[in-house]
């Protein structure tokens, strides 16, 4: 689990193994979840950039497309 603050900008670099664990932002859990994709730009399989919009939910979470057991929350606070 990790913590957010609204508006501020993140980089999450998958480059290494991203071709083997591809990174999703999703409003929902599980490898069928819901993406969430506003404010980011880039690739999840190399570096996605997020930008935290300011009406962002309170929960979100992370998962690897291919491995549902690699997942995890992302509390979004400020």
């Given amino acids: 689990a990790f913590y957010v603050y609204r508006g501020f900008t993140y980089a999450f670099d998958n ?10 932002i999703q409003s929902t859990q599980g490898l069928t979840g819901n993406a969430y994709t506003e404010g980011q730009s880039g690739s999840g399989s190399s570096v996605l ?10 929960s979100l979470y992370y998962q690897c497309t291919l491995h549902s057991l ?9």
């Fill in 15 to 24: 480059s290494v193994q991203g071709g083997g664990h591809p990174f999703r």
């Fill in 49 to 58: 950039y997020w930008t935290v919009p300011m009406d962002a939910p309170n």
């Fill in 70 to 78: 690699m997942n995890g929350t992302i509390t979004v606070v400020g």
